[in-house]
């Protein structure tokens, strides 16, 4: 994406006329916008009125001299880049500058060219965060849930739930296996609430060990354990007034739940070997692979926890269960690398397509995303073909070939689905004894594949 140059603002500040002269000559150009004063009580004044990209200062000036004015800009207007013109090259004032919060110091006698080309390189600094800015603000805008793609009805509930509890302030439990798009749901959440300018932060709870947790949640103070060097800022301290999402919530351990639920109910946290405690303002949203209630069972997660968290539960349906929202996941992944990338748009070949409909995808909606940029770069036609792809059916041992694949989550009617098709498939077509098998009327049987066959290409055939 190309983003349109503004005019920006330069502001020389020399002493001696003949240097202001020689300096705005030099920098007039038609993307800059040059301005000059003769002290730094003047530069104060024009800063005072007028907001500036970079002021070049001299260092030696009567009064108020370069590092004074480089105090005050970087007190009134932190955004402003400063360089100091000096002939006074030391190191301990190029230092001093530096840390005072300039951005390079340059020495007299001053060689245009050498000016010109620091001068480039601070603004295509600036340009690059201008850009960056508005990439993130763009990201966030993406990630709403008109955004979440599908028109499967468990992906438009998904969408209308986000809508209605987004502006609350309630806790949030999502569910679903990897890759179906849990922390999607959460930044729609985020995006979507007065909460959006605020810090949305994230910790894999999976990926700490349970020694680490509390450090990484809560914070920790200098010398509280071995390593700490520092005092440290925990996720909830970083999320004060925005948005804390905790993945794989059913991997922390038990004594964990115990100190992280005290904290959901009063918002006050401790920094790990800190005795003072202190409000945060933070919405918690929490996400997991794993069957909280099992866990609930065998009580490896603490019932008081799972409620606390569990005020609003969004289920997010893995995508073999919702197959119909592949075609629009497709398109808008290929568009979105067709972008990145700067390759021409591809379509799915027939053959392609038909092959992800029968496809289980176990990886989700994060594996259609990872075959996609693999075959639009790897792709060298208009369409992307099946030879770019390998699909690889669950493995079935030498001493099970008679039992059939069922994931766990498949709802009952895709589950009486594969029953139906492996039947008929181990019988090779054999209706008669398709039904026997399966317990049921040949009419039942029939019924049931005359209703498949309208909305199930693997049908169509039998």
Known sequence: MNYKRRKYSLLIVDDDKYVREVLAEALTKPEFDVSTASSGEQAITILNKKKFDLVLSDLKMKKIDGLELLKHIKTSSRDTDVVIITAYGTVETAVKALKLGAYDYILKPIEVSKLRNLVKHILDHRQLQIENIELKRQLEQSILPENILGNNSQTIRVREVIKQIAGSHVTVLIEGESGTGKELVARSIHNLSHRRHKPFVTINCGALPPTLFESELFGHEKGAFTGALYQRKG?????HQGTLFLDE???????SQ???????????IRRVGGDEEFSVDV????????NLKKHLATGEFREDLFYRLNVINIQVSPLRNRKEDIPLLAKSFLQEFSVRHKIPKKTLSPEVQKAFLNYHWPGNVRELRNFLERALLLSTGKSITPDLFSFEEPKIRDDAKDQIYIPFGTSAKEAEKELILSTLSHVKGHRKNAAHILGISVRSLQYRLKEYQKHDERFQTL
Do not use: G, P, Q
């Open 235 to 239: 996720r909830f301290e970083i999320a």
């Open 249 to 255: 919530i059913a991997e922390i351990s038990l004594e």
């Open 258 to 268: 115990v100190n992280f639920l005290r904290v959901l109910e009063d918002s006050r």
């Open 283 to 290: 919405r918690v949203i929490a996400a997991t692979n794993k």
